[in-house]
């Protein structure tokens, strides 16, 4: 332990005290950056699905289309079918290949529930490569 005995005018005194203005100064920086982050990490945009600008993927050569009609009919190819039938069809087309890739069609009133229906449909028949098809948008002239 050290005891200073004399003090002397030309002695600089020692703060002990901890500097804490860099401390707030970065406080204040990071809560600026999760403020203007926080809004950015959240999803409540309205979504429009039925059109996409991506590039189309190759098609196969013979494409297996099922299609969900507005009135909720199913088609397979140009065929109409019943859901109970879907898996049946789907295996006829397919020649019982179920590793080939279903392309689905939905109409756009369709809600999001009954393409799911259609999907879980597939899936328990054993297809689970399903694709989903929208319009492509073409930008320019």
Do not use: C, W
């Amino acid at each position: 332990m050290a005891i200073r005995l004399g003090k002397r005018d030309d002695d600089f005194a020692e703060t002990h005290e901890i500097n804490v203005t860099p401390f707030i100064d970065v406080m204040l920086v990071l809560l600026i950056i999760f403020m203007v982050a926080a809004p950015l990490a959240t999803v409540d945009v309205p979504v429009n699905l039925p059109s996409a600008s991506a590039e189309p993927a190759a098609r196969p050569e013979k494409p297996i289309f099922v299609t969900l009609k507005a009135d909720r009919s199913l088609a397979v190819g140009d065929k109409d079918v019943t859901r109970a039938s879907l898996g049946a069809v789907l295996d006829t087309a397919t020649g019982s290949d179920r590793t080939q890739r279903v392309l689905l069609r939905a109409d756009q009133v369709l809600p999001y529930g009954e393409v799911m229906e259609l999907m879980n449909l597939l899936r328990s028949a054993g297809y689970v490569k399903v694709a989903l098809v929208a319009l492509e948008i073409r930008s320019g002239p």
